[in-house]
């Protein structure tokens, strides 16, 4: 195999997907030796010393123009807990065996080490308890909640805001910045007509699905902590006018920040186009480093019969060199959403809800909520039980719908760069996610070359086709393809689509049952001989001779998982916590940070869903956290 396909077929991982470094234990230590946890992280609150403050500082749900963010403090669960209006013996029927104090459930090593923090000596620490509940601070955090709005299921909504995050602070780790922040800390003035609160279910599947996207090498937002509060909250989970208690949770969520389309969106649809490129500039000079530091060359003049009408205000003027520097930021930002998206569509994964307010300016993914992975390959598949009508957001549609959020921050961005160059910019995305997701379905496929006009219509889209009509499972698919077709001793090309389809039969990756009428028995064998013929094609015609079934499984496992964390694991988790058991969240969170590997031992984990998953709350959630 060639160098450039080793290293493309490994994930691809930035900073915050990294493992734990091999100095890690030098940087977990405080200056006297001791272990570091919370209380001695240093914090340098960019955020809020470089930008517009909303001047009330009360706690109360407004309207807040002209800022960025608004200071507020965490508030401790049991003091403002709408349980408390609920009879006693309803609350208590809430997880019965759960401790009714705060406690860890979950804390992650990968995340305390991109924190330079000890894992083991933080979960032992009442005080990293008690900030990370939403209990207190400690010295140096200035906590407040972002502000900024967003388009939903394709409507505008107006200001929305952190309405149950709450940042505590950033801090800087060999030069890279993190910011951290508590879900289900408390009201803020975003929170609207909301509690603030967040519960169990949904915390720890954030908390799981952060550290397992990570592992998969998935641009991603990371968990520090999984933490019960002892407290109740009431939810109405599928908005039928049934609320329930359950317990109360907070999840730490770590990034390099958590700004979003939707932070820009706000300002520019109030005309407050001197917020807007405040922002801008403070998201290029601490997050775009190779933007704001490049020497710039002059901006793309408009083609002919165009007007380049980029324009912020006589008070806001804006030069070449820095309309060149915004449209720079524009496309790095379509690049980084379009890696991402094509990502998820490899992996098979679909956020549930991606607003302009869910989609990051760093090109990560955040705020899971209804997420799910494919199960059983089904391009119309939404794991949002909201989505179900329209489906907007379901598998298939990502792809155009992230275009969509980008067309809003093209169109946001306009007055800075002008409408030509926004264009310009939107008008790559296309090409752009056709040749990286091609690439990435090569991989998958474990070909050195991709033909997309020949590729797409004879393997890709029959293969999807197959996989929708015989409902098969699309990560133990992808997995097995390594393994199920050989190659070496130049077998024919019927033979060898033979025993691959065999060997996934004998695997249960294909439903014999299914296959035994002739119809269906043609359809699968004819899909696996054009397979064959297409790896015997690339293989004849590259230039690796070393390019043999070995190192092809090698390749094609690097980029195909064999663990996700299913919705069913997750379900299961859910209740042996509500239980008291933290066993499954723990070893659940042991095998998927190796989800590449084969770690026979977790072999279960890798099963299909039971029939009692497909009931609401497993398969499909809602936005009820």
Same mark, same amino acid.
């Given at each position: 195999?060639?160098?450039?396909?080793? !290293?493309?077929?490994?994930?691809?991982?930035?900073?915050?997907?990294?493992?734990?470094?091999?100095?890690?234990?030098?940087?977990?230590?405080?200056?006297? $030796?001791?272990?570091?946890?919370?209380?001695?992280?240093?914090?340098?609150?960019?955020?809020?010393?470089?930008?517009?403050?909303?001047?009330?500082?009360?706690?109360?749900?407004?309207?807040?123009?002209?800022?960025?963010?608004?200071?507020?403090?965490?508030?401790?669960?049991?003091?403002?807990?709408?349980?408390?209006? @609920?009879?006693?013996?309803?609350?208590?029927?809430? !997880?019965?065996? %759960?401790? #009714?104090?705060?406690?860890?459930?979950?804390?992650?090593?990968?995340?305390?080490?991109?924190?330079?923090?000890?894992?083991?000596?933080?979960?032992?620490?009442?005080?990293?308890?008690? =900030?990370?509940?939403?209990?207190?601070?400690?010295?140096?955090?200035?906590?407040?909640?972002? &502000?900024?709005?967003?388009?939903?299921?394709?409507?505008?909504?107006?200001?929305?805001?952190?309405?149950?995050?709450?940042?505590?602070?950033?801090?800087?780790?060999?030069?890279?910045?993190?910011?951290?922040?508590?879900?289900?800390?408390?009201?803020?003035?975003?929170?609207?007509?909301?509690? $603030?609160?967040?519960? %169990?279910?949904?915390?720890?599947?954030?908390?799981?699905?952060?550290?397992?996207?990570?592992?998969? $090498?998935?641009?991603?937002?990371?968990? *520090?902590?999984?933490?019960?509060?002892?407290?109740?909250?009431?939810?109405?989970?599928?908005?039928?006018?049934?609320?329930?208690?359950?317990?109360?949770?907070?999840? &730490?969520?770590?990034?390099?920040?958590?700004?979003?389309?939707?932070?820009?969106?706000?300002?520019?649809? #109030?005309?407050?186009?001197?917020?807007?490129?405040?922002?801008?500039?403070?998201?290029?000079?601490?997050?775009? /480093?190779?933007? !704001?530091?490049?020497?710039?060359?002059?901006?793309?003049?408009?083609?002919?019969?165009?007007?380049?009408?980029?324009?912020?205000?006589?008070?806001?003027?804006?030069?070449?060199?820095?309309?060149?520097?915004?449209?720079?930021?524009?496309?790095?930002?379509?690049?980084?959403?379009?890696?991402?998206?094509?990502?998820?569509?490899?992996?098979?994964? =679909?956020?549930?809800?991606?607003?302009?307010?869910?989609?990051?300016?760093?090109?990560?993914?955040?705020?899971?909520?209804?997420?799910?992975?494919?199960?059983?390959?089904?391009?119309?598949?939404?794991?949002?039980?909201?989505?179900?009508?329209?489906?907007?957001?379901?598998?298939?549609?990502?792809?155009?719908?992230?275009?969509?959020?980008? *067309?809003?921050?093209?169109?946001?961005?306009? /007055?800075?760069?002008?409408?030509?160059?926004?264009?310009?910019?939107?008008?790559?995305?296309?090409?752009?996610?056709?040749?990286?997701? $091609?690439?990435?379905?090569?991989?998958?496929?474990? %070909?050195?070359?991709?033909?997309?006009?020949?590729?797409?219509?004879?393997?890709?889209?029959?293969?999807?086709?197959?996989?929708?009509?015989?409902?098969?499972? @699309?990560?133990? %698919?992808?997995?097995?393809?390594?393994? &199920?077709?050989?190659?070496?001793?130049?077998?024919?090309?019927?033979?060898?689509a033979k025993d691959a389809i065999e060997r996934l039969q004998e695997r249960g990756v294909l439903d014999?049952?299914?296959?035994?009428?002739?119809?269906?028995?043609?359809?699968?064998?004819?899909?696996?001989?054009?397979?064959?013929?297409?790896?015997?094609?690339?293989?004849?015609?590259?230039?690796?001779?070393?390019?043999?079934?070995?190192?092809?499984?090698?390749?094609?496992?690097?980029?195909?998982?064999?663990?996700?964390?299913?919705?069913?694991?997750?379900?299961?988790?859910?209740?042996?916590?509500?239980?008291?058991?933290?066993?499954?969240?723990?070893?659940?969170?042991?095998?998927?940070?190796?989800?590449?590997?084969?770690?026979?031992? @977790?072999?279960?984990?890798?099963?299909?869903?039971?029939?009692?998953?497909?009931?609401?709350?497993? &398969?499909?959630?809602?936005?009820?956290?």
């Amino acid at each position: 195999m060639t160098n450039d396909a080793a !290293a493309a077929s490994a994930p691809q991982s930035s900073a915050i997907n990294a493992a734990v470094a091999p100095d890690s234990e030098d940087r977990v230590r405080g200056n006297h $030796g001791s272990r570091r946890i919370l209380k001695d992280l240093q914090f340098d609150d960019s955020f809020v010393r470089e930008l517009p403050q909303d001047a009330c500082l009360d706690n109360t749900t407004r309207q807040v123009k002209g800022a960025a963010y608004s200071l507020v403090s965490p508030t401790p669960a049991m003091e403002d807990c709408s349980s408390i209006k @609920f009879p006693r013996a309803l609350l208590e029927s809430a !997880a019965p065996n %759960l401790p #009714r104090e705060p406690r860890f459930v979950a804390f992650s090593r990968g995340t305390a080490a991109l924190l330079g923090m000890d894992p083991d000596a933080s979960e032992q620490d009442e005080t990293t308890l008690s =900030v990370l509940c939403g209990d207190g601070v400690v010295d140096g955090m200035k906590t407040y909640a972002q &502000c900024y709005g967003g388009h939903q299921f394709g409507n505008w909504a107006g200001q929305l805001g952190d309405g149950r995050a709450l940042t505590l602070g950033e801090t800087v780790v060999d030069g890279q910045r993190w910011e951290l922040q508590l879900k289900g800390a408390g009201k803020t003035p975003y929170s609207r007509f909301a509690d $603030g609160r967040a519960v %169990l279910r949904s915390s720890l599947r954030e908390y799981l699905c952060s550290e397992a996207m990570a592992a998969l $090498g998935v641009p991603t937002t990371r968990a *520090l902590s999984l933490a019960v509060t002892g407290a109740v909250v009431i939810r109405d989970q599928f908005y039928q006018g049934d609320p329930r208690p359950e317990p109360g949770a907070v999840v &730490c969520r770590v990034a390099p920040s958590f700004l979003r389309i939707g932070s820009l969106e706000l300002p520019a649809s #109030r005309g407050d186009l001197k917020l807007m490129r405040q922002l801008v500039d403070y998201i290029i000079r601490y997050h775009f /480093p190779e933007i !704001a530091s490049a020497q710039l060359s002059a901006p793309t003049p408009p083609a002919d019969g165009e007007a380049d009408n980029a324009q912020a205000g006589d008070d806001q003027v804006v030069s070449d060199e820095d309309a060149e520097k915004y449209t720079q930021f524009l496309a790095a930002v379509i690049r980084s959403n379009a890696e991402l998206v094509a990502q998820w569509q490899t992996l098979g994964f =679909v956020h549930g809800v991606l607003n302009t307010d869910n989609t990051s300016l760093l090109g990560l993914t955040i705020d899971y909520g209804p997420y799910g992975f494919l199960d059983e390959f089904d391009p119309s598949y939404t794991p949002n039980t909201t989505d179900i009508p329209g489906r907007r957001y379901c598998y298939t549609r990502q792809p155009m719908v992230i275009l969509w959020n980008l *067309l809003q921050l093209a169109q946001t961005l306009a /007055p800075l760069i002008g409408v030509p160059a926004a264009e310009r910019e939107i008008n790559k995305f296309r090409d752009l996610y056709d040749g990286l997701v $091609g690439d990435r379905w090569r991989l998958k496929l474990g %070909l050195l070359s991709w033909i997309p006009e020949k590729d797409n219509e004879t393997l890709l889209q029959p293969l999807h086709e197959l996989m929708t009509e015989y409902k098969v499972d @699309f990560t133990n %698919l992808f997995r097995e393809l390594s393994s &199920c077709v050989s190659l070496d001793g130049a077998p024919s090309v019927d033979s060898a689509a033979k025993d691959a389809i065999e060997r996934l039969q004998e695997r249960g990756v294909l439903d014999k049952a299914a296959l035994d009428d002739s119809s269906s028995a043609a359809k699968w064998s004819g899909w696996f001989e054009t397979y064959v013929s297409r790896l015997m094609e690339d293989r004849r015609e590259g230039d690796d001779d070393s390019w043999d079934d070995a190192h092809r499984r090698a390749s094609m496992n690097r980029v195909n998982p064999k663990y996700i964390l299913r919705n069913y694991l997750a379900q299961q988790a859910i209740e042996k916590v509500e239980e008291g058991d933290d066993s499954l969240v723990r070893e659940l969170e042991t095998v998927l940070q190796h989800p590449y590997d084969e770690q026979p031992e @977790f072999e279960k984990y890798t099963a299909r869903p039971p029939a009692w998953a497909q009931r609401r709350g497993v &398969c499909v959630n809602s936005c009820s956290s």
